[in-house]
């Protein structure tokens, strides 16, 4: 079992930054690609970003493309997300996802492990 546990989510303002990071533990962390996900209220979870694990090579929603950054430390089995320009729209609580396999994925049924969250809030 791999154990995701998010943080450095909070309430900012539009134009604002945020870095969320989540520490993994248990199972090697090192093994599969990692993501980041968001669910605003009412919405379905979607993919923001995800990473391999070999090449660091990232994928982005086009809607945060430009605007965040996803890093993984695999020696300190953290993964990163730096958030620049922050939206409104942004709003949602994020979710940090592991894969057993290599490979990024856009899709919440490829991941296996989860955290249970952290909530950022962008005021206009």
């Known amino acids: 079992q791999v154990q995701l546990v998010e943080s450095g989510g909070g309430l900012v303002q539009a134009g604002d930054s945020l870095r969320l990071s989540c520490a993994a533990s248990?199972?090697?962390?090192?093994?599969?690609?990692m993501g980041w996900f968001r669910q605003a209220p009412g919405k379905e979870r979607e993919f923001v970003a995800a990473?391999?694990?070999?090449?660091?090579?990232?994928s982005y929603a086009d809607s945060v493309k430009g605007r965040f950054t996803i890093s993984r430390d695999n020696a300190k089995n953290t993964l990163a997300l730096r958030m620049n320009g922050l939206k409104p729209e942004d709003t949602a609580v994020y979710y940090c996802?592991?894969?057993?396999?290599?490979?990024?994925?856009?899709?919440?049924?490829?991941?296996?492990?989860w955290g249970r969250g952290t909530q950022v809030t962008v005021s206009s």
């Open positions: 990473i391999d694990r070999n090449t660091d090579t990232p």
């Open positions: 996802a592991a894969r057993a396999v290599r490979g990024r994925s856009p899709f919440v049924e490829d991941y296996d492990y």
């Open positions: 248990g199972r090697t962390f090192s093994s599969g690609a």
